[in-house]
């Protein structure tokens, strides 16, 4: 490690001993307005788990009994029921009826919600950490953890009760440990960590193993690695040993229960394989460049230019890795170009998948935007470059407020008074509403707004219609997912991005979509028909 202050440390002035400060705020914020938007609705993944739980408690074993991901998102899942599960102890009801049903409730859901929030929410820290180690400085650690801890997609996500949020937790875990380990290589416990945390991701989502590549990388190739020969194979065997037995401490039900553990494995590769519902794209290139658009176009912001500005920066940062130094670049790339071409080459696209992969983007962002920083010869250029990210970043902070915000407050009348107010201002822009849009309209009592055509030969520019029209008209497995524009905009919550996730069923919402896209999908309002 440098032990130099950096540049970009000079430009903050902030002592090292107040190094841990910077990173409260995207973390705070991260959480904040995590907990703001935790009662969002229906999510797919929640019953499953609540299922495995329930396993557990009617059948005294600790095992779950289905086995869609490894064992840590059952933990997590039977840590939020202790409280239900002491309840029924001191309350010495006669059956587990009571305790079942609790485990159905929405006092347990949001439970449960909350740690995995709390948890994921700390990739934040491990992010912030990675770079202090790596880079020495407090500037640029603040910026890779903001980009991450400010993304929309990461802040969505992490309120479900999934493994996606805790596998990126663990997987920046492991990323701290392997940079550690790099440059700190006199410290064998860096290599240690970088192993159990990769051990926790291969716990929370069997596609995490791949982690374990980047730790017996840096342990055999790292230049300032003094082991050689012999000695060198069994430090390797000893992290892989460490790695298999936190998994198998996570999910011990691959030996007690192997049959359906394989069992589920085989149906969760023959899904992801053949594809799933709109989520079915063709493996190959056309999927590692849906995967590519989703982190230049959404994954830094839920505002595209500023999304383009870091994954541009992503790029830089990239740039800067290899020149700076080739052996790293090596180490911290090996993980995400195996994970998405692994996932290029299945003929299903769920964006949560990418989510592990976001600490890295974050990371390389910051890179890129200090790599700018320090090229600059003009000092007085240099406050203007971080001033200009920095307020990017409260953008993003201000609509992950925003969003959160918009879930408690999803009122139907809100909705519709938006609507109005909003077709209003855009009188040049010609509406085709559906029906029943029509009718919670008229709920209004005003005049219909000149430029909504209600005639189907009339032109228009936009169609506006209910999610729950489209979910009737098409069918659920006919709707097509990872558009970055299957709509323009709604109005309703910001709960997920509902472009990628078309299928949500959470709460409704008053879509926009371009006319072209709406008739090739042949909405019945469209064609004069109900």
């Not at 609540?50 to 095992?63: C, D, E, Q, R, Y």
């Not at 410290?187 to 240690?192: A, F, S």
């Not at 000893?238 to 999910?251: A, H, S």
């Not at 290139?285 to 959404?298: G, M, Q, R």
Request: aromatic share 14%.
């Amino acid at each position: 490690m440098n032990k130099k202050t950096s540049s970009t440390e000079k430009f903050l002035g902030v002592g090292w001993t107040k190094q841990l400060v910077p990173v409260l705020i995207p973390l705070l914020l991260l959480i904040f307005t995590g907990l703001r938007g935790i009662d969002f609705g229906f999510h797919w993944d929640e019953r499953t788990h609540a299922l495995g739980v329930k396993n557990t408690i009617s059948s005294g074993i600790p095992l779950p009994g289905i086995y869609l991901y490894p064992g840590v998102s059952y933990w997590l899942s039977l840590t939020s029921a202790v409280p239900d599960i002491l309840n029924h102890w001191v309350s010495d009801e006669k059956t587990l009826e009571p305790l079942l049903s609790a485990i159905e409730g929405k006092a347990y859901r949001l439970r449960s919600r909350v740690l995995f929030l709390l948890i994921s929410s700390l990739a934040v820290v491990f992010v912030y950490l990675t770079v202090l180690v790596w880079r020495g400085s407090i500037l640029e650690a603040f910026l890779a953890a903001s980009i991450l801890g400010f993304s929309w997609e990461v802040a969505y996500h992490i309120r479900w009760i999934a493994p996606d949020g805790i596998m990126m937790q663990f997987g920046a875990m492991t990323l701290l440990g392997v940079i550690g380990g790099f440059f700190q290589p006199e410290r064998k416990n860096w290599l240690w960590f970088s192993a159990i945390g990769a051990g926790l991701a291969f716990g929370s989502k069997w596609t995490a193993g791949l982690l374990l590549v980047p730790v017996l990388i840096v342990a055999y190739l790292n230049p300032h690695n003094k082991l050689k020969g012999f000695r060198q194979w069994v430090l390797l065997f000893k992290l892989c040993l460490v790695f298999f037995l936190v998994y198998l401490i996570t999910t011990p039900a691959t030996l007690l229960d192997s049959s359906q553990v394989f069992k589920y494995i085989k149906m969760q590769q023959q899904v992801y394989s053949s594809g799933l519902q709109g989520y079915a794209v063709s493996p190959g290139s056309e999927h590692f460049l849906k995967n590519l658009e989703y982190f230049a176009l959404s994954f830094g912001s839920h505002f595209s230019p500023i999304a383009v500005a870091f994954f541009i920066l992503s790029i830089l940062g990239l740039y800067a890795l290899v020149k700076e130094s080739p052996p790293l670049a090596l180490i911290f790339l090996s993980f995400p170009l195996l994970y998405l071409l692994y996932f290029s080459f299945h003929g299903m696209m769920v964006v949560r998948n990418l989510l592990v992969l976001g600490p890295f983007l974050a990371i390389l962002s910051a890179r890129g935007t200090c790599f700018i920083y320090e090229r600059f010869k003009f000092k007085i250029i240099k406050p203007l470059v971080i001033t200009f990210i920095l307020f990017l970043l409260t953008i993003n902070g201000i609509w992950l407020i925003y969003a959160g915000e918009s879930i408690r407050k999803n009122e139907p009348l809100t909705l519709i008074q938006n609507l109005d107010a909003y077709i209003s201002k855009r009188p040049d822009t010609h509406f085709s509403v559906s029906p029943q849009v029509s009718q919670a309209l008229a709920v209004l009592k005003k005049k219909t707004p000149k430029n909504i055509n209600n005639h189907p030969s009339e032109k228009a520019d936009v169609a506006i219609f209910l999610a729950s029209e489209m979910f009737r008209h098409l069918g659920e497995p006919n709707i097509p997912a990872n558009r970055r524009h299957l709509t323009t905009t709604w109005f309703g919550p910001y709960e997920v991005n509902f472009n990628y996730y078309p299928t949500w069923k959470g709460s409704n919402r008053i879509l926009f979509m371009p006319m072209g896209q709406a008739r090739d999908l042949g909405f019945p309002f469209l064609e004069g028909k109900n």
